[in-house]
Nanobody, 123 residues
């Protein structure tokens, strides 16, 4: 059974940083694209960042220059470093994995999902 488990969320002041981790088990994702999405209260789940098996990345415009996605295939883990956090970054952050290798930005293109981790940024 494939599991994606996020960690690293929490409460931080505006301008601060957090690093989210997503540990995968049940299958190896070293050849697959992985992504991060977020969902704020009352809003739809939105793309944040994604990374291909080879390290190619894609970011939502709202987080470019502030967030960095990376992966450690030896640990079957993907990370999201979030800097210069803003109150509008407050959301539940979800890790997602694809069966394919190409980066995608639509949540319908992802096959596996974690349970999510709450990130709250205070002003």
């Amino acid at each position: 059974q494939v599991q994606l488990v996020e960690s690293g969320g929490g409460l931080v002041q505006a301008g601060g940083s957090l690093r989210l981790s997503c540990a995968a088990s049940g299958r190896t994702f070293s050849s697959n694209a992985m992504g991060w999405f977020r969902q704020a209260p009352g809003k739809e789940r939105a793309f944040v960042a994604a990374i291909s098996w080879s390290g190619n990345t894609n970011y939502a415009d709202s987080v470019k220059g502030r967030f960095t996605i990376s992966r450690d295939n030896t640990k079957n883990t993907v990370y999201l470093q979030m800097n210069m956090l803003k109150p509008e970054d407050t959301a539940v952050y979800y890790c997602a994995g694809r069966k394919g290798s190409i980066v995608k930005t639509d949540n319908y293109d992802y096959d596996y999902w974690g349970q999510g981790t709450q990130v709250t940024v205070s002003s």
